[in-house]
């Protein structure tokens, strides 16, 4: 990189991380790419802390870029309170070329609604492309105005107490090298952001043994960071290793460090679930099933998404089926799947309806893009045709089958919901409601 530019520092979390207040999971990295092209269109160079190669803890090069950046960006979203905290150190040492930024839904406090928000709006979990194109435009003429008015004053420390002298020429005073406390103990001098790249590739590619051993690196720079404890969980229950089982419950203690039962996090809920259901597969155990319900049946409260719907009506059907259980558990189950089932189509004829609209008005530009467009448009097909068929209604299920075989992208995918679609109908046979009888 170019030492004359001037450099712009990122404050924002980085992979996806969810906003509890609405329930959404927005992907941060995906917001990053907008402000960094943004950032580099007004001339600066951009970085982020999961950017920074470093040694030991990201406390001390963080706090420096924060200090001595030209620019600072603070990203808001989801009401991450490290990037709130950090944003306030920000206002304390420097009074100028700073900018907030936030997800349109982020929930505007008080004091904080007191400075100027520039809001950018994810739809579904990342930015659309027009919306990229228009945040990213307004942001690079923001930031040329900023960096050019030298007696702009951002900070409203400074802009209430003017009086307040700020480090001088933005450094501060700082210890010789011999007085500093000694270093962290080093660990590999790279950046989190090569690390988790390097994860996602190897989970991506399968290689989940190599990605475990890149998460666990990561971890040891962000030890308290969720969402890198949970691509942990996933890359170890995915690697089977040493085996299934053993890989499963590796993963379910990883995952109550973010204490799954009592998390609204709709990401380590999924996860929870995913791992109960896969042990409920190999032992049966009904708390296992009770606790992929569980995890399921939260998800789909908060984030009123189809996948964790269909895949909660399936497991109601699953436990209404367990013999030797009082009658009206079994059949509140039954009728509970039945129920989630109409609100899975309510649901998701919506969101097919919006997917369709979206690839006409602004279709993609790369085969990769159309493909992954594609992949979903089959999945929330068969998800209607699944419902239809767990409901009854033959006429609709076979209208989404026939849209769904028209979509579907490769023989695995209608494989895999004609295998699902047999079990529904073999639990469906027997029926707890035709046992009983209607006083007339």
């Known amino acids: 990189m170019e030492t004359d530019k001037k450099k712009c520092f990122v404050v924002q979390g980085f992979g996806k991380k969810t906003d509890y207040r609405t329930g959404r999971a927005l992907d941060l990295d995906a917001s990053y790419e907008v402000i960094r ?78 400075n100027l928000i520039r809001t950018y709006t994810h739809l579904g979990t990342d930015i659309g492309r027009k ?21 702009a004053v951002d900070s409203p420390l400074y802009t ?23 270093a ?6 790279q950046s989190v952001r090569v690390l ?15 990605a475990k051993s890149i998460l666990q690196g990561v971890h040891a720079l962000k030890p308290n960071d969720e969402y890198v404890i949970q691509q942990m969980a996933l890359a170890t229950y995915k ?49 296992d099933l009770d606790g992929a319900i569980a995890a399921r049946e939260k998800g789909f409260y908060l984030r009123r998404d189809y996948y964790n719907g269909i895949n909660l009506a399936f497991l109601f059907n699953v436990r209404a089926a367990l013999p030797g259980r009082a009658p009206a558990d079994t059949i509140a189950d039954f009728v509970l799947a039945q129920r989630t089932r109409r609100e899975v189509i309510r649901v998701a004829e919506v969101v097919l309806q919006n ?10 530009d790369t085969p990769t893009e159309e493909t992954q467009l594609n992949e979903e448009k089959y999945w929330l097909l068969a998800t209607l045709w699944e419902a239809a068929v767990g409901i009854g209604d033959t006429a609709q299920a076979e209208q989404w ?6 979509a579907a992208t490769a023989d695995w995918m209608l494989q895999t919901t004609q295998k699902q679609l047999a079990k529904i109908e073999a639990m469906l046979a027997d029926s707890p409601l035709k046992h009983i009888s209607i006083a007339g």
């Not at 991450?80 to 009074?95: F, I, K, M, Q, T």
């Not at 962290?184 to 001098?189: G, L, V």
């Not at 988790?196 to 190599?210: H, S, T």
């Not at 997917?355 to 993609?364: F, I, R």
Request: aromatic share 4%; glycine share 4%.
């Open 355 to 364: 997917l369709l609209e979206a690839m006409q008005e602004d279709p993609p």
């Open 160 to 182: 209430f107490i003017p009086r307040l002298q700020p480090p001088v020429e933005g450094k501060a005073v700082l210890r010789s090298p011999q007085e500093e406390a000694p």
């Open 239 to 287: 690697s089977k290793q040493p085996t299934q089982e053993d890989a499963l419950r590796e993963a379910k203690t990883l995952l109550e460090k973010l204490d799954p039962e009592a998390s609204h996090d709709p990401e380590t809920l999924g996860l929870w679930g995913a791992i109960h259901r896969r042990l409920w597969d190999l032992n049966e155990e009904q708390t």
């Open 184 to 189: 962290a103990p080093p660990i590999p001098d």
């Open 131 to 151: 919306e990229a194109k228009r945040f990213s435009n307004d942001l690079t003429e923001a930031i040329k105005t900023l960096i050019a008015d030298e007696d």
């Open 37 to 114: 092209e943004a950032v580099e269109a007004a001339g600066l160079e951009c970085i982020r802390a999961d950017e920074i190669a470093h040694s030991g803890l990201i406390d001390k090069p963080m706090y420096e870029e924060i200090l001595n950046a030209d620019l600072v960006i603070a990203d808001l979203s989801t009401s991450n309170v490290n990037a709130v905290y950090e944003l306030g150190v920000r206002h304390a040492v420097r009074p100028r070329t700073t900018i907030i930024v936030a997800e349109s839904q982020f929930d505007f406090a008080f004091d904080i609604n007191r």
């Open 401 to 406: 089958k026939q849209q769904a075989v028209e």
């Open 196 to 210: 988790m790249q390097q994860a996602k590739q190897a989970i991506a590619a399968g290689n989940f043994i190599v």
